[in-house]
Nanobody, 118 residues
Framework: QVQLVESGGGLVQAGGSLRLSCAASGRTFSSYAIGWFRQAPGKEREFVAAITWRNGSTYYADSVKGRFTISRDNAKNTGYLQMSSLKPEDTAVYYC???????????WGQGIQVTVSS
């Protein structure tokens, strides 16, 4: 009952930057946090980062810590993932997801391609 739409993906050279957006609609009051996940071809989906709407608490995977920054604009019901110092290993389909307090991630965006060339 929460709809999520990602935007901002594309092709970038290694060392470059990209910002992803995740616009939420529907029953947004029930969302406790927004998370970003990614999945590369032939690999399992992995957690990237998350942020809580109320307090702005952030969490990052070790692989992106120091390079990626997650943020949110509560007034716009939009989450962001600023990606810097991109590496070819960051190439994947990126998904944003929503969860309620004490619940699993249950609402997912359509996914957006990020390709980092060497």
């Amino acid at each position: 009952q929460v709809q999520l739409v990602e935007s901002g993906g594309g092709l970038v050279q290694a060392g470059g930057s990209l910002r992803l957006s995740c616009a939420a609609s529907g029953r947004t009051f029930s969302s406790y946090a927004i998370g970003w996940f990614r999945q590369a071809p032939g690999k399992e989906r992995e957690f990237v980062a998350a942020i809580t709407w109320r307090n702005g608490s952030t969490y990052y995977a070790d692989s992106v810590k120091g390079r990626f920054t997650i943020s949110r604009d509560n007034a716009k019901n939009t989450g962001y993932l600023q990606m810097s110092s991109l590496k070819p290993e960051d190439t994947a389909v990126y998904y944003c997801a929503s969860r309620g307090a004490g619940r699993n991630y249950e609402y997912w965006g359509q996914g957006i391609q990020v390709t980092v060339s060497s």
